[in-house]
């Protein structure tokens, strides 16, 4: 495998509104497979979708990456934007996406590889910068150029962050 060496964009991202289908998962039990199953199904129920990206999200209890184990469960979410919370269809939730700083990486290639990113991410790239993690969601931006396993496709992984001496 070829060193990662991906610098990402610093940007503060505004609040968003998203709806969609949440499951309980660890690295070690992934039900990523279902979860997206169940809300592809289901996805053109949503009537006031903003744009045609999809968002997988992640939210991790307070914990997870000091002691990290990949048995460790977390939340993890299939979800659009909308422009608001009006028509929630049957089966999905609505979740707040809080405003805050991000660290933007630009990924290429099969998501099957995707573990190298995120062991640049949280190895490498986050001790070495001037930034440690907020206690906001992860979530990746899946646009038109996300094709799943892949090594043509692009995606966008936005890890929260925070300067470290605040």
Avoid: C
């Amino acid at each position: 495998m070829e060193q990662i060496e991906i610098q990402p964009d610093i940007v503060q991202l505004a609040e968003k509104k998203l709806v969609g289908k949440r499951l309980r998962m660890s690295l070690a039990n992934d039900k990523t497979g279902e979860l997206w199953r169940s809300f592809m199904m289901d996805r053109k129920g949503i009537p006031n979708a903003v744009g045609a990206n999809l968002y997988s999200m992640q939210s991790f209890d307070p914990g997870y990456f000091e002691k990290f184990d990949p048995r460790n469960e977390f939340e993890k979410w299939a979800v659009a934007e909308v422009a608001d919370f009006n028509s929630v269809p049957a089966g999905m939730e609505a979740k707040v996406l809080p405003a805050g700083r991000y660290a933007v990486f630009h990924y290429k290639g099969s998501s099957a590889n995707g573990a190298h990113i995120f062991q640049y991410i949280f190895g490498k790239w986050l001790p070495g910068s001037e930034y440690t993690l907020d206690s906001r969601p992860h979530f990746e931006v899946l646009g038109e150029k996300y094709k799943n396993n892949s090594a043509d496709s692009e995606e966008e992984i936005w890890i929260p962050v925070k300067a470290k001496n605040s």
